[in-house]
């Protein structure tokens, strides 16, 4: 059993009502389980293979998902890097291994298949990117309509192509992604739609399971959990899910929740770092880092409170620093990711540097997508491939061999 509550005024509703925000407030909708009541054999976990499923006893979802075989990413031990920082149990979390490349993916098995469950007919999301090429297959999967509203000019290539290639109507308006959210939301109130963002509160459900995945890989909580925040949903949900086990009596402590902002994009390290309450919006901004390309994140309230109940923190890491990181994934470590991706391990840098983190630290780091999300800012950093005539000579003169 489980029901919607309201995370500001606590007000609760129905699971089955189509409602994303509190009628009384205006605050945002999470889903409280009848923990008691919800009989969790550990042993039966740990015999389902490793993915979003094996943890439906706390997921909203009744019969059988719309999957694509979600979840159950590796954990990479970051040997190299971890060196250099004086890091010796440093990981980072692979969500581009996903079916679509990002750990939306994780979301939106869930949320579509609530969708059909809830009996709506079509779903929608203002995107950043990796949200519409996600949902774009789910909702092929599912075999409902999709629309998704992407801000002109500034989704990387690799999303475009993904959520026109399921089959997802796309439409590029002129305006930030903030812009393109509020418009979603109206339409999905006007006309009917399911709304498929991180308002959406069973999404967010699908994305905890990152840290049920991470503390079954380590066999342990680890004592940092670090990600990349653009709406905030994602620190959100795995907080939340944390929460969860620990109330289940799974797990008995809770890791730090660590925030990593773009600096051109930061509203939730200000608010960290002044100490307040509400957070001041960024009208205008700006990263290479497309998918946290955010300023007015909408579940900003809950992932302060996440960070300040853990004793976490929020930093902000330059375009160069991101772009550094990405490459240094990518040749010390073999891991490809997107420059979002980056800014978590980036930030796990920076304060390493800067001495705020421990050695002894177990850290996760989750690198959020792929590296074939965004091709043209890997081809901008990188020399193009020496073209030569096709002779022997030539290959080994243009080796130096
Ligand atoms: C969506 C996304 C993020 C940001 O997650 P939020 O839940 O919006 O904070 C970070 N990285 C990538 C690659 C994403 O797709
Ligand atoms: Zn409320």
Not at 86 to 104: D, R, V
């Amino acid at each position: 059993m489980y029901r919607l509550v309201c995370v500001h005024c606590a007000a609760t509703y129905a699971p089955d009502q189509i409602i994303y925000t509190c009628n009384r407030c205006g605050h945002l909708l999470a889903v409280e389980y009848d923990l008691d009541d919800i009989e969790v054999f550990r042993g039966e976990w740990d015999r389902r293979p490793l993915s979003v499923w094996r943890y439906r006893e706390i997921l909203p979802v009744r019969g059988e998902p719309i999957s694509l075989q979600e979840g159950g990413t590796p954990l990479y031990h970051l040997k190299e890097i971890g060196r250099e920082l004086g890091l010796p149990e440093l990981y980072a979390k692979h969500e581009g291994m996903n079916p679509t490349g990002s750990f939306k993916d994780r979301g939106m098995t869930v949320g579509v298949s609530m969708a059909c469950q809830l009996g709506m007919t079509s779903v929608a999301c203002a995107s950043t990117g990796n949200t519409s090429a996600s949902l774009a297959a789910y909702a092929a999967r599912g075999g409902i309509p999709c629309v998704v509203l992407l801000p002109a000019g500034k989704v990387a290539l690799g999303k475009v192509a993904q959520a026109l290639m399921h089959g997802a109507r796309v439409i590029s308006i002129r305006g930030n992604f903030d812009r393109a959210l509020e418009m979603v939301h109206e339409l999905c109130i006007s006309h009917g739609l399911y709304l498929l963002n991180s308002v959406n509160p069973y999404r967010l459900e699908g994305q905890k399971t990152i840290g049920f995945e991470a503390v079954d890989q380590l066999g342990d909580v680890p004592d940092r959990f670090v990600l990349p925040v653009g709406n905030a949903g994602n620190i959100s949900a795995v907080y939340k899910g944390l929460r969860e086990l620990e109330a289940l009596g799974l797990i008995d402590r809770l890791p730090m929740m660590t925030g990593i902002q773009a600096a051109g994009s930061q509203p939730v390290v200000k608010a960290i770092e002044e100490n307040l309450n509400v957070l001041i919006p960024e009208p205008e901004p700006e990263t290479v880092a497309t998918a946290i390309r955010i300023g007015a994140p909408v579940n900003a309230e809950k992932a302060l409170v996440a960070i300040r109940a853990t004793g976490g923190t929020a930093a902000a890491v330059t375009d160069d620093e991101i772009l550094c990181m990405q490459r240094d994934l990518a040749r010390m470590e073999g891991i490809g990711v997107e420059p979002a991706s980056a800014a978590s391990v980036a930030g796990i840098r920076k304060l390493a540097e800067e001495g705020s983190i421990d050695r002894d630290e177990r850290i996760v780091c989750v690198v959020t997508g792929h590296l074939l999300k965004d091709p043209e800012t890997v081809v901008r950093q990188c020399e193009p491939p020496l073209e030569i005539d096709a002779d022997l000579h030539s290959l080994l003169s243009a080796l130096r061999l």
